[in-house]
Every structure is written in structure tokens, then in C-alpha cells.
């Protein structure tokens, strides 16, 4: 393996090479990269040059480093989704060509409380409170906590195991979701995600907070994804104005 020449910066040779390696499956995800000594003789440019192109490519979220162990490759993401698209996660996956199932961890009816009463703007109603992994292709890569109102379910809890919650609720035709307010933010450590999604410490997830409206103007559903960060893509297109 060598850089070639080229008008470029040497780094940036380095960094595209390095990519096309990964990809190509020369390194495999999670897989220890050899040395900085071994890898800048293989690639033929200076310990300098390397970290450079080493320190972009953890930016990029491409490797990743454990101090006083080395340096691995990440995982790519299997699933790339624009944030501005109101989709289900179960559309999701199917758009990556993946097959999604889902994994129940618990799911009750439960009295408004204070809380809920505030956010849903009534005190005399029930929710349907649904804990669920979501999976691609078999593997976890979503864990979810939902709060829907069960009158927006029209048959109960009965069949929300395999189904979309967005199915579950617009299934009789009286209620369609036409938006959301959502919140993303990094998330490092939360104990019941890093369980349900058997992540470790060097892992991240990215949580994904929405009240989702009826196109009347109705809240009926809020929920917390918490999306692996390594299975995960968004993207949002953003308009001049």
C-alpha cells in the first residue's frame, strides 16, 4: 500500500486512502490499525503526515482511539435518514434494504400524571407506555420509550409488537401524524439504552426526543430514540433565506 503522487496534500491522500482501505474491507470495523510506525512505512509518508490524517479521520468519526491501546476502525453507519423527513423507524430501516423487527421489553397502560398532563395538555386520559429495541436485520440499533394516548389506539396494545407505532395509530384513518418537534442531542452514558443495545463505553447513541402532532394540532405521541451513533446517519438540508 502507497500514496501515489498528487497535487494534493499529502494528509489528504492519506485520509482517502485509508477510506478506500476501510471500505474495501482491508480493515474491518472495530479491527486495531497497525502501528503509526508500521502504517506511515506502508503508506510512505512521515509519523507527521499520519497524525494528521488520523486526527481527521476521528473527527469524521471514521476510527476511534482507547488511550494506551490503539487505534480502530468505527462502525459506518447502516442507516442514513434526513431529519427533516417525519418517517417511522420502521420505514427507515426498510429504506436502507434491511429488515426491521422489534423486540418488546415492556408495555402498560398508565394513568396521566403530572408530568405527562403538562406535556399532553390533559389530566384525564391514559397512555400506552411502550419500551421496545428496535433491530435491523436482527441487530439492535434502536431503543425506544414511547408514550402514546391509548384513544389514538383504535385496537388497544393488541398487535403493537410487530407493528409501527405510526401504523398502529393512523391504522383506522382517523387520526394522521403530520408533524413533530424534535430535539436531538449526543448521549454518552444512559443505563437502560447501553443495556438494551449491548453498547460499550467507547459508543455513543444519539437521542432522538419528538412530540408528534395530528394534523389537527392534537399531541398523541412523545418518544425517546436512542439511535446508535455507529448504525445512524442524519442529515438535515437547509434553505437560504
Given at each position: 500500500?502507497?500514496?501515489?503522487?498528487?497535487?494534493?496534500?499529502?494528509?489528504?491522500?492519506?485520509?482517502?486512502?485509508?477510506k478506500q482501505?476501510?471500505?474495501?474491507?482491508?480493515?474491518?470495523?472495530h479491527?486495531?490499525?497497525?502501528?503509526?510506525?508500521?502504517?506511515?512505512?506502508?503508506?510512505?509518508?512521515?509519523?507527521?503526515?499520519?497524525?494528521e490524517?488520523?486526527r481527521?479521520?476521528?473527527?469524521e468519526?471514521?476510527?476511534?482511539?482507547?488511550?494506551?491501546?490503539?487505534?480502530?476502525?468505527a462502525?459506518?453507519?447502516?442507516?442514513?435518514?434526513?431529519?427533516?423527513?417525519?418517517s417511522?423507524?420502521?420505514?427507515?430501516?426498510?429504506?436502507?434494504?434491511?429488515?426491521?423487527?422489534?423486540?418488546?421489553?415492556?408495555?402498560?397502560v398508565?394513568?396521566?400524571?403530572?408530568?405527562?398532563?403538562?406535556?399532553?395538555?390533559?389530566?384525564?386520559?391514559?397512555?400506552?407506555?411502550?419500551?421496545?429495541?428496535?433491530?435491523?436485520?436482527g441487530?439492535?440499533?434502536?431503543?425506544?420509550?414511547?408514550?402514546?394516548?391509548?384513544?389514538?389506539?383504535?385496537e388497544?396494545?393488541e398487535?403493537?409488537n410487530?407493528?409501527?407505532?405510526f401504523?398502529a395509530?393512523?391504522?383506522?384513518?382517523?387520526?394522521?401524524?403530520?408533524?413533530?418537534?424534535?430535539?436531538?442531542?449526543?448521549?454518552?452514558?444512559h443505563?437502560?439504552?447501553?443495556?438494551?443495545?449491548?453498547?460499550?463505553a467507547?459508543?455513543?447513541?444519539?437521542?432522538?426526543s419528538?412530540?408528534?402532532?395530528?394534523?389537527?394540532?392534537?399531541?398523541?405521541?412523545?418518544?425517546?430514540?436512542?439511535?446508535?451513533a455507529?448504525?445512524?446517519?442524519?442529515?438535515?438540508?437547509?434553505?437560504?433565506?
Amino acid at each position: 500500500m502507497f500514496v501515489k503522487k498528487d497535487p494534493r496534500h499529502l494528509y489528504i491522500q492519506v485520509i482517502e486512502r485509508l477510506k478506500q482501505e476501510i471500505q474495501s474491507g482491508l480493515f474491518q470495523r472495530h479491527e486495531r490499525l497497525p502501528s503509526e510506525a508500521k502504517l506511515s512505512e506502508m503508506l510512505g509518508v512521515s509519523r507527521a503526515t499520519l497524525r494528521e490524517a488520523l486526527r481527521v479521520l476521528e473527527e469524521e468519526k471514521v476510527i476511534f482511539r482507547k488511550h494506551g491501546v490503539g487505534t480502530f476502525v468505527a462502525s459506518q453507519p447502516m442507516v442514513m435518514s434526513g431529519i427533516e423527513q417525519l418517517s417511522s423507524i420502521t420505514t427507515m430501516i426498510r429504506n436502507a434494504n434491511m429488515e426491521p423487527g422489534t423486540i418488546v421489553r415492556e408495555m402498560s397502560v398508565i394513568p396521566m400524571t403530572g408530568e405527562y398532563a403538562e406535556r399532553f395538555h390533559s389530566a384525564d386520559k391514559k397512555l400506552v407506555q411502550i419500551k421496545r429495541i428496535r433491530t435491523a436485520d436482527g441487530e439492535p440499533v434502536v431503543y425506544c420509550a414511547d408514550l402514546v394516548l391509548l384513544e389514538c389506539l383504535p385496537e388497544g396494545i393488541e398487535g403493537l409488537n410487530d407493528m409501527s407505532l405510526f401504523d398502529a395509530i393512523e391504522k383506522s384513518g382517523a387520526i394522521q401524524i403530520g408533524q413533530a418537534v424534535a430535539e436531538i442531542e449526543p448521549v454518552s452514558h444512559h443505563p437502560e439504552a447501553f443495556d438494551a443495545l449491548s453498547c460499550d463505553a467507547a459508543q455513543s447513541l444519539l437521542l432522538l426526543s419528538q412530540e408528534h402532532f395530528s394534523e389537527e394540532g392534537k399531541m398523541v405521541l412523545y418518544s425517546e430514540n436512542f439511535f446508535r451513533a455507529d448504525k445512524f446517519k442524519f442529515h438535515v438540508v437547509r434553505k437560504r433565506v
